[in-house]
């Protein structure tokens, strides 16, 4: 809404996303995946890696070369592990917040005269000794901070998706199930620092970029595209609402793009669920950890049509998944959603386990748990029943009872 009259490209976007709903093709379903990877590396290989190229004892050729390697190791790991969707995208130099306004060409003007781009980057993220670092605010309830993003009178928004599409021919060449991930433009927008007006004012300059980002996904293979949104699990007011529907009518409006899967970690929003579920999303990713509940889902009609990525397993600690819990919410889920897919509730804030030693330390009750395993296990049970992981779910109880006895 502008001055209390609706936008034209916003009618235009809910008349194209109700015609998408109807002759919209079912997307692929997937069944086991994570919302993303901890981006410095499972070790921190990644950011020890950014330390030797800023203090000069690696060059350039050096560090994407160790990015590149670490990328391709977590992919592998992750299809090994069971995985059938695996998001790409999430690894980063500084955080997924910068790399989104760098992909979008919200770059701080402090850099622009620094040639190298990967220098641009990193002085963004970390400064220099002339130019300043851009701030951190805490990334909602994880206990991370993310580099926010700068926006002013000048910023003027441009796509450039190299590094997200490098990174999908990358896991494409592996034979890997890949899902690109991006933050999506509501949370770009409400999380940046802006210098005047409503940070949403912007929405109208940046979502034809994500359509175009869309096309160019679809063009290059990808089935499914993720976007982060966790703004959407908080409060939200009747005009941000409005933009919301706005917005994600002319996202899922594209003619040509991806399956939509919009991811809500770190809180719930019942509203907000509502009106994504009504323009013409293809799935949601819910924090089950978090606010989400069988109820909340089964009071939205539309998601009778949907995927469900159920974050039943907690990404932000290294504790034990209940799995009997957990089995028992997917259960329920079976019969008021579309389609289920386990998941971790967020991108992973914690370490995974070695994928060459798929399953649960018993002996070890002290040890933080195998996400990926955790969710393995819970799809099998899913799809094939408990039967096909009885193994898998007596060792979870008994680790379990070791522990409450250990403590």
């Known amino acids: 809404m502008v001055g209390g009259r609706c936008c034209p490209w ?10 998408t709903i109807i002759v919209a093709v079912p997307p692929p379903p997937f069944t086991a995946t994570v919302l993303g990877l901890p981006r410095p590396g499972p070790d921190r290989e990644l950011e020890r890696a950014v330390e030797d190229y800023r203090s000069g004892t690696a060059d350039p050729d050096q560090l994407h070369a160790t990015a590149r390697a670490l990328r391709e190791a977590q992919l592998s790991a992750l299809a090994d592990g069971g995985l059938d969707s695996i998001p790409v995208g999430t690894s980063a130099y500084g955080d997924h917040l910068l790399d989104t306004a760098f992909m979008l060409g919200a770059v701080p003007a402090r850099v622009l005269d620094l040639a ?25 309830d994880t206990g991370h901070r993310y580099l926010v993003p700068e926006i002013d009178r000048q910023t003027r928004f441009t796509l450039d998706a190299g590094k997200l599409l490098a990174e999908l021919a990358e896991a494409t060449a592996l034979g890997v199930p890949a899902r690109p991930v991006t933050i999506g433009p509501l949370t770009f927008l409400t999380m940046s620092r802006h210098t005047t007006g409503d940070p949403l004012d912007r929405l109208a300059e940046i979502v034809p970029l994500y359509q175009s980002l869309f096309e160019q996904l679809a063009d290059a293979g990808a089935s499914w595209v993720q976007l982060d949104e ?34 809500t970690p770190f809180g719930h929003n019942h509203t907000a669920l509502a009106a994504l579920a009504d323009m013409g999303i293809d799935g949601v990713a819910l924090d089950f950890t978090a606010g989400a509940t069988l109820r909340s889902v089964a009071s939205v009609p539309a998601l009778t049509r949907k995927l469900v990525v159920a974050g039943v397993v907690d990404g932000r600690t290294i504790e034990p998944t209940d799995l009997d819990t957990a089995l028992s919410t997917l259960g329920a889920l079976l019969g008021i959603a579309g389609s289920v897919a ?6 992973l804030h914690v370490p995974t386990a070695p994928a060459s030693a798929p399953g649960l330390d018993t002996r070890r009750p002290d040890r933080g748990a195998d996400k990926v395993a955790e969710i393995r296990i819970l799809a ?28």
Not at 116 to 136: E, F, K, V, W
Not at 233 to 251: H, I, K
Request: aromatic share 4%.
């Open 230 to 263: 966790p703004i959407l699990g908080t409060a939200l007011t009747t005009t941000e609402l409005s933009r919301l529907r706005a917005a994600y009518a002319a996202l899922c409006g594209t003619p040509h793009r991806p399956a939509v899967l919009v991811a």
């Open 10 to 19: 916003a009618v235009a976007a809910v008349r194209n996303a109700l015609e």
């Open 116 to 140: 190298d781009p990967s220098d641009r980057y990193l002085a963004a993220a970390q400064g220099t000794g002339t130019i300043d670092a851009m701030r951190t605010a805490p990334w909602f």
């Open 342 to 347: 386990v998941s971790s509730s967020c991108s």
């Open 380 to 407: 099998t049970a899913l799809t094939r029943g408990t039967e096909a992981v009885a193994t898998e779910l007596r060792a979870a109880r008994e680790s379990s009872e070791s522990r409450r006895t250990m403590s």
